[in-house]
């Protein structure tokens, strides 16, 4: 999809006038991993720089099936009935074997996707830890540009490592499907640490019991863990996407959330420190991919691992050597 300057320009000027068509060309571009588009890449996203950082940046997170397509399928109704542009990032697991993925994500919010207010895109995580793709970060400016008021990032439910998810949002609701019986106990500190908000989704009909029951047990949790004097004490919300009860409620908190580090002076701090993280990633990642792509680095690494394999060097001695 290589293009020259002059389109980066229209390309540009077409997406700051809210184009979806524009705008899915623009993440097909950044998704790239050719060295042409990836400078063309670069060269749309620094044209664009002054013109992102309005929208909320919200991020839901949770395990399969806990019910986060339907959830935000309701709330961007609602919320686009308040008169907000509405963007969704989802992130579809790959397959570690074929490095596929499914990408369905879209058709389980069928309502939301056909609305000319809203913009959907799945994306495959690509193996990414965190659940994230890994051109979240970029596609989400590119949304921000493009005049969302809101950008909602869905990421793949794997757990502890969810946390690198704080790395790229305002504000995290980990969504927790009451009876599974891997509730309280399920769920890693280090997760719970990254919450801004516990929502326990499909609190209706015979679930309704168990719901308030997981509230509860949320609530008291994260009250302990709250640090002494801290700005933000995370609520836990109790919804029903079905029967859009207490999506109005959680809305309110985030936006209440965002209020509050925009009085403090925290939002655009912590953004700084995102993008700081995230250059660091984006180092690391390249270093890695060079390192791979040299012939001899990688003939090298072959016959390493056959050492160890053989149990002749230890991993870390082979590691070692590899790095010389």
């Not at 339907?70 to 490095?99: C, E, H, M």
Request: proline fraction near 3%; charge should be neutral.
């Amino acid at each position: 999809m290589t293009i020259n300057a002059a389109q980066i320009k229209a390309l540009a000027a077409q997406i700051k006038k809210g184009s979806r068509l524009a705008l899915s060309r623009a993440i097909t571009l950044i998704e790239s991993t050719t060295a042409a588009d990836r400078t063309a890449a670069g060269q749309l996203l620094q044209s664009l720089l002054p013109h992102t950082g309005g929208s909320i940046r919200l991020g839901l997170t949770g395990a399969p099936g806990c019910g986060k397509s339907t959830l935000i399928d309701q709330l961007g109704l609602n919320l686009i009935t308040l008169g907000k542009r509405v963007a969704v990032l989802a992130i579809d697991p790959s397959s570690t074997k074929s490095g596929g993925s499914i990408l369905a994500d879209k058709t389980r919010m069928g309502r939301l996707s056909a609305l000319e207010s809203a913009f959907i895109r799945p994306s495959p995580s690509s193996g990414k830890l965190g659940g994230d793709a890994r051109n979240t970060h970029e596609t989400l400016l590119l949304c921000e540009a493009a005049g969302f008021d809101v950008v909602i990032v869905e990421t793949v439910g794997i757990g502890q490592s969810e946390a690198v998810i704080a790395d790229i949002v305002d504000f995290v609701a980990i969504l927790i499907q009451p009876g599974t019986g891997d509730e309280l106990q399920g769920l890693k500190r280090g997760v719970l640490e990254i919450a801004n908000m516990i929502v326990v989704t499909k609190s209706d009909g015979e679930g309704l019991i168990a719901a308030a029951r997981t509230a509860g047990d949320y609530a008291g949790t994260l009250h302990i863990m709250t640090a002494p004097g801290s700005p933000w004490d995370p609520p836990v919300q109790q919804v029903s996407a079905i029967e859009n009860q207490g999506l109005d409620e959680m809305w309110v908190q985030i936006e209440r959330h965002q209020n509050l580090l925009n009085e403090k002076g925290m939002l655009e701090e912590i953004r700084r420190d995102q993008a700081a993280r995230r250059l660091r990633v984006l180092v690391e990642e390249e270093v890695l991919a060079r390192f791979h792509r040299d012939e001899k680095n990688s003939a090298k690494l072959q016959k390493l691992e056959r050492m160890v394999r053989s149990g002749e060097l230890t991993p870390g001695v082979a590691a070692d050597d590899a790095l010389k």
